[in-house]
């Protein structure tokens, strides 16, 4: 089991900038593939990043050059900076987590609460 718990949100200007902060419970932390998902109101969930055991990444097309993911194994922390945010980034946004060796962008195992980031225009 492995328990996420999302931190950073708010509400922040357009072209401003907010860092996410995602806990997780465990000793296995650096065994998990990390992500981030967001939904906002009325949309499917969608996914932002993620992060594999071994550092590699990847983005979803809407964020590349924008976000970026990365992970501390001994806070067991996985973090995304938001940078240059649009109104469309508004959204309730999740951390993920995946037992696997791979870079899933779907079939997460594990799910934090929700952290909700709203850009204001």
């Known amino acids: 089991q492995v328990q996420l718990v999302e931190s950073g949100g708010g509400l922040v200007q357009a072209g401003g900038s907010v860092r996410l902060s995602c806990a997780a419970s465990?000793?296995?932390?650096?065994?998990?593939?990390m992500g981030w998902f967001r939904q906002a109101p009325g949309k499917e969930r969608e996914f932002v990043a993620a992060?594999?055991?071994?550092?590699?990444?990847k983005y979803a097309e809407s964020v590349k050059g924008r976000f970026t993911i990365s992970r501390d194994n001994v806070k067991n922390t996985v973090y995304l900076q938001m940078n240059s945010l649009k109104s469309e980034d508004t959204a309730v946004y999740y951390c993920?987590?995946?037992?696997?060796?791979?870079?899933?962008?779907?079939?997460?195992?594990?799910w934090g609460q929700g952290t909700q980031v709203t850009v204001s225009s």
């Open positions: 992060i594999s055991r071994t550092y590699g990444i």
């Open positions: 993920a987590a995946d037992f696997t060796s791979a870079l899933p962008s779907t079939g997460y195992d594990y």
């Open positions: 465990g000793r296995t932390f650096s065994s998990y593939c």
